[in-house]
């Protein structure tokens, strides 16, 4: 299976991916390239965080277009060891770092600042979907997390809304400005 890079310097480029495999489901070409779209003025120089990266498709099309580094978490070992192998193949390895951790823990210990944050963990793992309310902390004052799950399932109640809502096909990809999160933790004190 190969992933296109679709914009920017290295677009064009494809990623050679593993055939998917059970929790693996790379994002679709026109859902990365609405997204990038969507956020095309927060690209350049941005610091960028790709949770539960996969094939790393995401954070490569944000290299691509300018962004100015980008952090990959995943969890599985072989998929974590491919975004490495990929960064290097493309020339951007000194642009990134790749962590081996659970999306919980390093929501928990990263400082950040990001400012842009993709989110698209396993569609099954609904247990996942309260990470986005602990992201705020490392946003940076003028970011974005984009939260993408799959369509017909709902966010669980009290969860935080967000700015905005895209459904793409069968998956919607939600944005949460960094102001929601400020909202939050007001109404929580």
């Known amino acids: 299976m190969k992933l296109r890079i679709v914009s920017g310097d290295l677009g064009g480029r494809f990623l050679p991916v593993p055939k998917p495999a059970s929790g693996f489901r790379p994002t679709a070409e026109r859902t990365r390239e609405s997204v990038a779209n969507k956020i095309r003025s927060r690209i350049p120089g941005a610091r960028v965080a790709d949770l539960c990266a996969g094939s790393g498709a995401f954070g490569f099309e944000m290299l691509s277009s300018g962004a100015q580094d980008v952090d990959f978490v995943e969890k599985n070992r072989l998929r974590a060891g491919l975004i490495e192998k990929l960064g290097n193949g493309l020339g951007v390895a000194e642009r990134m770092c790749v962590y081996r951790e ?38 940076s004052n003028s970011g974005v997390v984009i939260y993408e799950r799959r369509s017909g399932v709902s966010r669980p109640w009290g969860m935080i809304s967000p700015t905005e809502m895209r459904e793409y096909g069968g998956t919607v990809v939600e944005f949460f400005e960094k102001e929601r999160f400020t909202e939050e933790d007001a109404q929580r004190e």
């Open 102 to 139: 659970d999306v919980r823990r390093f929501a928990q210990r990263s400082s950040g600042p990001y400012d842009i944050i993709y989110f698209d963990p396993p569609y099954d793992a609904e247990h996942l979907q309260r990470v986005v309310e602990d992201l705020g902390s490392i946003l």
